[in-house]
């Protein structure tokens, strides 16, 4: 990042020369043009320009403003695509189509048998075919309008969907068998009601507008009032309790499976295998410093920065290394649904007794089950709460933090 502190190239004396000679002759030259009086489509003419101007620089101050404050996934367009068919796929189709409606793309049909109608020629391929699709094209939400006699079909498609952090809806009909959620939560596209396999307050723009918010307000300051004179301290007592970087920085996966460059303060001494084994009690990589810094959670503190960016939240699933991802993902249920939301600095899993190594696939299940439970029941006081238990958890003394 070096190349942003450079400061601007020197000017060569023969250029500075020519600039200085050339300046008068534009004064002059505006003095010509200022003597005429501009004509009515002149004025127009410049009038109109300005407001362009004036246009795409709002544009671009947007555009600028939703990057920092990452606005624009709150109102992202989805990508869908529908497996079966029948009425009720046909009108969610259509539902699509409709203009005025916001925030879906249909983007194919997959049936195992030939389909008539307008949803013919949208008909891509078989049901086994969609799973590939979703993959290849980044899917969003799975429709799911097979018949309840296809049970197996259905199930390994859903299963599908969670392994793979995509959103699977039901179009419920008489003989469905998959438990949905209560009826005041079916989402209706047209006429058609559709239910999901779990409740998710965040899928609520207003709600995630509000949590976003929240992130801003209390990442910046943190980074102002805190942060600002911690981290030369910290970096001081880094650099001197072993040789390396003051920061460890490590990919790590965010909402929706993107990736991300995850901040802490290095707590152990380089070795070449961070990024493979997790920390264990008494881990001789550990340097006095981050021993401390891990206690006190003081290393997470960067991350105040990943959640300015947006890659993370304040509150949420704590981000695993991608060979835990890799390593628990087709063994544990639900594991990539923690990836339905962004991830946190703290979690409910951490106040609750799971941080730090996950030795067994049983404790990696438990906390899996309590992030879960978190996206399934988030309330912005859930949020407040979590992070209040996480302040005196850092100031009393936590077993699991080592």
């Known amino acids: 990042m070096a190349h942003f502190f450079r400061g601007p190239p020197p000017i060569n004396r023969s250029e500075r020369t020519v600039k200085h000679v ?73 539902y699509c189509q409709d203009q005025t409606v916001r925030g879906y793309r249909f983007r194919g049909l997959f049936s195992d048998h030939p389909v008539e109608g307008v949803l013919g020629p949208q008909r891509i391929g078989d049901v086994e075919a969609a799973k590939a699709f979703a993959l290849q094209n980044r899917i969003d939400i799975v429709y799911c309008a097979l018949p309840g006699t296809r049970k197996d079909a259905i199930t390994d498609l859903m299963e599908f969907c969670e392994r793979n952090t995509i959103r699977f809806r039901v179009i419920p009909s008489g003989d469905s068998f998959i438990p949905v959620v209560q009826a005041s939560e079916l989402e209706f596209h047209g006429a058609v009601p559709v239910s999901k396999l779990r409740n998710e307050p965040l899928d609520n723009r ?40 003051v920061f460890f920085k490590q990919t790590r996966l965010g909402e929706g499976k993107k990736k991300f460059d995850c901040y802490k303060f290095r707590s152990m001494r380089v070795n070449k295998d961070a990024d493979l084994k997790q920390a264990t009690r008494n881990d001789p990589r550990v340097t006095r410093v981050g021993a401390f810094l891990r206690k006190s959670n ?20 704590r981000p695993h ?78 077993e699991r933090a080592y």
Request: glycine share 6%; charged share 20%.
């Open 22 to 94: 050339e300046r008068p002759h534009r004064t002059a030259n505006l003095r010509t043009v200022s003597t005429r009086k501009p004509t009515r489509s002149e004025l127009n003419q410049e009038l109109a320009t300005l407001l362009r101007s004036g246009q795409r620089g709002l544009t671009t101050m947007r555009s600028g403003l939703n990057q920092v404050l990452t606005l624009e996934p709150l109102t992202s367009v989805k990508d869908l695509i529908i497996v079966g068919d029948g009425p009720a796929a046909q009108e969610i189709f259509q």
């Open 206 to 245: 207003w709600n995630r507008i509000l949590k976003r918010s929240f992130d801003i307000v209390f990442s910046l300051f943190v980074i102002v009032f805190v942060l600002s004179w911690l981290i030369p301290i910290l970096a001081l007592a880094v650099k001197l309790s072993s040789p390396g970087p």
């Open 298 to 317: 003081l290393d997470e503190m960067p991350q105040f920065f990943n959640v300015l960016l947006g890659h993370m939240s304040v509150v949420g699933p």
């Open 321 to 398: 290394p991608l060979k835990l991802n890799d390593q628990f993902r087709d063994i544990i249920d639900k594991y990539m649904v923690r990836h339905f939301v962004r991830p946190g600095i703290t979690g409910w899993a951490q106040v609750n007794g799971f941080r730090g190594e996950t030795r067994t696939p049983e404790l990696m299940e438990k906390r899996v089950d309590l992030d879960v439970w978190y996206l399934e029941n988030w309330s912005f006081l859930l949020d407040l709460k979590i992070v209040v238990k996480t302040v005196t958890n850092m100031i009393g003394r936590d």
